[in-house]
């Protein structure tokens, strides 16, 4: 039976092990409390959410202004604490543990996260690739949709409706006489140069 083929690494690469091979001890050391860390993350996060649903009834604010004062987090870290331990703890969470930074976890039980990056994610980790936060970033990149190309006639009425306004405004006293006609005939020009770059945008 043929052996497992090792990767083939660059030069660049090679060097960069050399240089990295002093610390990897400190490095394993820091990942084995990364590991405490995120357990915690899924411990506090059940617990708030069970808090959270408590003092609902109470109103708006209760739970932010019990969760900073009682517990010292802030709010927006608790939310995070309580996304990861809904989304990732549906799951058997000791899974994710070895496999997830917890700043991709954050990324990645956000709201805004498409459902097909999150799966994305648990089935490159569950290949046993390691998801730091650049890789979740990179993955969840990959599913949101593309920003709408922003509109020109409407960047244009804007702008027409900013020279009605300080049409408007040119007629108020504070307004030298002897310029306000000035200004005035400047800004109908400038208004109507605007009104002819609509016409043509909508005509396109």
Same mark, same amino acid.
């Given at each position: 039976?043929?052996?497992?083929?090792?990767?083939?690494? +660059?030069?660049?690469?090679?060097? %960069?092990?050399?240089?990295?091979?002093?610390?990897?001890?400190?490095?394993?050391?820091?990942?084995?409390?990364?590991?405490g860390l995120i357990k915690n993350i899924f411990i506090? *996060?059940? @617990?708030?959410?069970?808090?959270?649903?408590?003092?609902?009834?109470? *109103?708006? *604010?209760?739970? $932010? %202004?019990?969760?900073?004062?009682?517990?010292?987090? $802030? /709010?927006? /870290?608790?939310?995070?604490?309580?996304?990861?331990?809904?989304?990732? *703890?549906?799951? !058997?969470?000791?899974?994710?543990?070895?496999?997830?930074?917890?700043?991709?976890?954050?990324?990645? #039980?956000?709201?805004? +996260?498409?459902? @097909?990056?999150?799966?994305?994610?648990?089935? /490159?980790?569950?290949?046993? @690739?390691?998801? +730091?936060?650049?890789?979740?970033? @990179?993955?969840?990149?990959?599913?949101?949709?593309?920003?709408?190309?922003?509109? !020109?006639?409407?960047?244009?009425?804007?702008?027409? %409706? #900013?020279?009605?306004?300080?049409?408007?405004? =040119?007629?108020? %006293? /504070?307004?030298?006489?002897?310029?306000?006609?000035?200004?005035? #005939? =400047?800004?109908?020009?400038?208004?109507?140069?605007?009104?002819?770059?609509?016409? #043509?945008?909508?005509?396109?």
């Amino acid at each position: 039976m043929a052996g497992k083929r090792s990767k083939t690494i +660059t030069k660049v690469e090679a060097e %960069q092990l050399d240089m990295f091979a002093p610390v990897e001890a400190h490095a394993e050391r820091i990942d084995k409390v990364k590991v405490g860390l995120i357990k915690n993350i899924f411990i506090i *996060g059940t @617990e708030l959410a069970k808090a959270h649903e408590k003092l609902a009834r109470h *109103g708006n *604010g209760v739970f $932010g %202004q019990w969760v900073e004062e009682r517990c010292g987090i $802030g /709010r927006h /870290r608790a939310l995070n604490y309580m996304r990861v331990s809904e989304v990732f *703890g549906a799951e !058997d969470c000791r899974k994710f543990i070895q496999t997830f930074d917890n700043s991709a976890m954050y990324l990645l #039980s956000a709201p805004s +996260t498409p459902r @097909e990056a999150l799966d994305a994610a648990i089935e /490159r980790a569950d290949a046993g @690739e390691k998801i +730091t936060h650049k890789i979740a970033k @990179e993955i969840v990149a990959k599913f949101k949709p593309e920003p709408k190309p922003i509109d !020109d006639t409407f960047v244009m009425h804007q702008e027409l %409706q #900013s020279w009605k306004v300080k049409l408007a405004s =040119s007629l108020d %006293q /504070r307004v030298p006489e002897d310029y306000r006609l000035e200004f005035i #005939s =400047s800004l109908i020009s400038s208004m109507k140069g605007l009104r002819d770059d609509i016409a #043509s945008a909508q005509d396109n």
